[in-house]
């Protein structure tokens, strides 16, 4: 059996390399490319950057630009940009009390977004997701109105997820659901493909996109938290979800980690104080009990304390440096803050010598739903070959 070292290496294999390499060298350029700066960055000939241009051109993928002024001799060459018509991902988000779906092109731009506010308790698992399905159909329609091409959907849901079904949303009531058959069952979704994930996971995997900084332009607001990351600290961050439960998802040097069977994150059922309240999932005093949504709702008093509690449990074991708080924490971020560092600085082992960044959420309550949307478009920037394919 020969090795990997001396397997001989397809042609249809190298071609896919490099267009996925042409294709991130446009994305990840601070200015339009010409083709002649492509070729340079690359190593590769411009004969074959020309003609892997073409194909991207062809496909949707790319559009060339008006080259800037140019003050030297010689006619300037034309730049090189991701298209905002062509492929996009369409991210789905069902949540306690809320639908929600978006539409995001390959720039990482935003073009639709659709939010219904409405308790999903009362529903079983198929009504809820007709109605998400329902929503999701307006959302493509909307898309491939304005020339866009879904390129698959991604469902963002508060629960526990392996092999495809979502195996218990403990503030759902699901338990062994099969979202993506349900959704396939959808006439106007029938075609696409759909994966499922927890949504602090997606969340988070939206925010690290945002945090690096995305074509579109995109960045981390500066100043918008306490402390200073230093350099790379931003690819390794614990993102925390506010919703009725308590979800995390937690990046390491740009990578989320999933554990072993892809259920970590799951901070809500952290107890903070053992003699507390009872909470759903049978345990008594779960930080849910007094930082979830419902609690802020009602005014919690121990809410910032809990929460600084159990980030402080996090930061102590993983040794994490930067803390983003999402969801519903977003927005009220700075009643939040002096209460959760109280915490962090006294429980803290390590407080003293590199204080843990504490931010909100680049993304807001839209995280989950734009992380998953970004999961399809980062499939097609990762592997161009397999999308030009699906045009033929």
Known sequence: MLSASTTPVRQSSVRAHNLALVLH???NSANPPSRAAVSAATGLTRATVSALVDDLLAGGLLVEVDPPPRTGAGRPAAGLALTSTGPAGLGLEINVDYLAACVVDLTGAVRHRHVEHADQRPADPAQALAALGSLAARARHAAETDGLIVAGAALAVPGLVAGG???????????DVDAVQALLG???????????????????????????????GHHSPPGAGSGHSRPGEENSFLYVSGEIGIGAGL??????????RGWSGEIGHVTVYPDGRPCRCGARGCLEQYAGQEALDAGEP?????????????????????IVLGGAYAPIFASLRDGIEAEL????????????????????????????ADTIIRGVREDPATWLRRLT
């Open 302 to 322: 121990l809410a910032a304390a809990a929460l600084g509690i159990a980030l402080s449990a996090v930061v102590n074991l993983l040794d994490v440096p930067v």
């Open 165 to 175: 079904l979502v195996r218990v949303a403990p503030n759902l009531g699901w338990q």
């Open 251 to 260: 990046v390491l040097d740009g990578e989320l980690y999933r554990g072993v």
């Open 186 to 216: 959808i006439p106007e979704l029938a075609d696409l493909p759909i994966t499922v994930d927890n949504e602090a996971n997606l969340a988070a995997l939206g925010e690290l996109r945002v945090a690096g900084g995305d074509p579109a």
């Open 25 to 27: 060298t446009v994305a």
């Open 345 to 372: 600085r006294a429980r803290v082992l390590t407080s003293a010598l590199a204080p843990v960044v504490l931010r909100p959420a680049s993304l807001g309550a839209d995280a989950a739903m734009r992380g998953a």
